[in-house]
């Protein structure tokens, strides 16, 4: 095969694990996906990392699929995906993004586009709240959870509009 003798009945070619892919490719920054990696020589792996960080867990299904299970994240990132054996580490040629609610900076701007700002930022709005004192045209004057947070994706971010 095309990974040493991964099927003989030594079930060891002398080369290192390999990744050939892996599915999804994104998931929340809360973790908890389930990954499944393909490739080869992965009879022998020690362990999964994503970036710098372990897998949740992860199984060895066969000599060419691993089930991972995502870690959390503290934010919004792209890592590489590595498969740790006694015979070397196999690094995926692509990202595994982990995906959240970026709480935008919205503070001074007209609702619409303050609206429109958090769906971009991965949160979805939440209540819009009018201070008492409020006048055309609303402008945001608080945002709740605090801009720059990190949280799972689809959280709703309140606005405080006068």
Partial sequence: SAFGDAGGPS???????????FSPQEG???GGTVVHIS???FETATGVTFGARQAASFEVR???LIEAVAPPMPRGVNVRIHVAAP???????RDFT???CHVPRVRGAKVKRARRTVVEAGCKVGRVKRARTASKPL???GVSPRP?????PGTAVDLLVR
């Fill in 39 to 41: 490739g080869g020589g």
């Fill in 139 to 141: 402008r945001v004057v």
């Fill in 28 to 30: 929340p920054i809360g």
């Fill in 87 to 93: 015979s070397g580490t196999a690094t995926a040629n």
């Fill in 62 to 64: 066969s000599p060419n």
């Fill in 148 to 152: 720059g947070t990190w949280a799972e």
């Fill in 98 to 100: 982990f995906i959240g």
């Fill in 11 to 21: 079930g060891r070619g002398g080369t290192g694990p390999a990744i050939v892919g």
